[in-house]
T-cell receptor, first 110, second 116 residues
Framework: GQGVEQPDNLMSVEGTFARVNCTYS??????LSWYQQREGHAPVFLSY????GLKDSGHFSTFLSRSNGYSYLLLTELQIKDSASYLC???????????FGSGTKLTVEP | NAGVIQTPRHKVTGKGQEATLWCEPI?????VFWYRQTIVQGLEFLTY????????DSGMPKERFSAQMPNQSHSTLKIQSTQPQDSAVYLC??????????????FGPGTRLTVL
């Protein structure tokens, strides 16, 4: 089966940082994507990683450890508007289908 | 570029009725995906087309659900004899293709289906 796990909720404070964790156990691995989804809107692509290590994309950074089946999305200098759900999705070799976690709802407080 | 277009945005059906959902992928994208999203199950993969051909429908319920892509500009998801548990937001996404460089999927706004 395809297991992608994320915590349900995360709270942080404006101006600080938040780390959204994702663990996975899938039949094969062909990369991991992160999406942002605001209430009532479609998921929006943020990042894709396939190699181990940290990928810095400015406001968003992503880390991957394939041996541990683990990734995180790091948001720095948080703003209130970063409040949203963040979805982790594993891309399998099976024709690149994405298997999503249930998403982590991030709330950024003043 | 209008993005992925889905119609209708909202649909209400009575139990046992049929529902047809429409998706227009981004022009030039050869891969089309259908997902279903609920609070309980999250975002679940349903089916996938590439160059209009069905590639993987392993996420589709075997009964009552069917998907087609008659041409490169639209795909349909049909649910026969709808049940209350079919209530969900149905999302369509498209991407450039299935190769390693085409990892980004662009999602439509979704169709919220409510079965009474």
């Amino acid at each position: 089966g395809q297991g992608v796990e994320q915590p349900d909720n995360l709270m942080s404070v404006e101006g600080t940082f938040a780390r959204v964790n994702c663990t996975y156990s899938t039949s094969g691995f062909n990369g991991l994507s992160w999406y942002q989804q605001r209430e009532g809107h479609a998921p929006v692509f943020l990042s894709y990683v396939v190699l181990d290590g940290l990928k810095d994309s400015g406001h968003f950074s992503t880390f991957l450890s394939r041996s541990n089946g683990y990734s995180y999305l790091l948001l720095t200098e948080l703003q209130i508007k970063d409040s949203a759900s963040y979805l982790c999705a594993v891309r399998t070799p099976n024709y690149n289908v994405l298997y999503f976690g249930s998403g982590t709802k991030l709330t950024v407080e003043p | 570029n209008a993005g992925v277009i889905q119609t209708p945005r909202h649909k209400v059906t009575g139990k046992g009725q049929e529902a047809t959902l429409w998706c227009e992928p981004i022009s030039g994208h050869s891969a089309v995906f259908w997902y279903r999203q609920t609070i309980v199950q999250g975002l679940e993969f349903l089916t996938y087309f590439r160059n209009q051909a069905p590639i993987d429908d392993s996420g589709m319920p075997k009964e009552r659900f069917s998907a087609q892509m008659p041409n490169q500009s639209h795909s349909t998801l049909k649910i026969q004899s709808t049940q209350p548990q079919d209530s969900a937001v149905y999302l369509c996404a498209s991407s450039l293709g299935g190769g390693l460089g085409s990892y980004e999927q662009y999602f439509g706004p979704g169709t919220r289906l409510t079965v009474l």
